[in-house]
């Protein structure tokens, strides 16, 4: 069976510092990998999707960018982390092509001060 | 452009009373995918349904059921005698029918709390 892992689950980042997250999937090939943010209020934001090693889709043009050195490996980045960064990240994958079911990650709870 | 609209912001019912929650949705595509997910506490997204824009049968699973309307653009979702284990944000979703990935679109969520 698949599962997906993201770490840390928890950061608290002073402003202007760097940001790593990961995520990473297991059981599956060839995922179509995705990032998305929810902020305080609930929506959940699109930021970037991968439908390959190397192949990264922005969503919204912003402080952060993602990249997939592996195929089941998909990190989100920022040099310099803003106040409005704070949030929760959440990765997700699906497989195959066209339209098919995401499924979600344990999701990441960053704060920045 | 996609928008899904859930009004209902915070939902609260005494357990064993049965509640709903809407959805409306928006797309000028002809063929879409139809979500929700279920957001306990803890924060992970659990899938609970999907459905294709070609299929408007009702579907029932256990307490839940799903009512997908396209006459009226609305994916309700049902909860029959609910119990305190329900109790969390849920979210319904839509995407197009794409070659490669999914790019879904989310409503704001519906804060369900039942109460014993």
């Known amino acids: 069976s698949q599962t997906i892992h993201q770490w840390p689950a928890t950061l608290v980042q002073p402003v202007g510092s760097p940001l790593s997250l990961e995520c990473t999937v297991e059981g599956t090939s060839n995922p179509n990998l995705y990032w998305y943010r929810q902020a305080a209020g609930r929506g959940l934001q699109l930021l970037f999707y991968s439908v390959g090693i190397g192949q990264i889709s922005s969503e919204v043009p912003q402080n952060l960018s993602a990249s997939r050195p592996q195929d089941r490996q998909f990190i989100l980045s920022s040099k310099k982390l803003l106040l409005s960064d704070s949030g929760f990240y959440l990765c997700?994958?699906?497989?195959?092509?066209?339209?098919?079911?995401?499924?979600f990650g344990p999701g990441t709870r960053l704060l920045v001060l | 452009a996609q928008k899904v609209t859930q009004a209902q912001t915070e939902i609260s019912v005494v357990e064993k009373e049965d509640v709903t929650l809407d959805c409306v949705y928006e797309t000028r595509d002809t063929t879409y995918y139809l979500f929700w997910y279920k957001q306990p506490p803890s924060g992970e997204l659990v899938f609970l349904i999907r459905r294709n824009s070609f299929d408007e049968q009702n579907e029932i699973s256990g307490r839940y059921s799903w009512n997908f309307q396209k006459s009226t653009s609305s994916f309700n979702f049902t909860i029959t005698a609910s119990q305190v284990v329900d109790s969390a944000v849920y979210f319904c979703a839509l995407t197009p029918w794409e070659t490669s990935g999914s790019r879904l679109t989310f409503g704001e969520g519906t804060q369900l709390t039942v109460n014993p």
């Open positions: 997700a994958w699906s497989i195959g092509t066209g339209t098919l079911t995401q499924y």
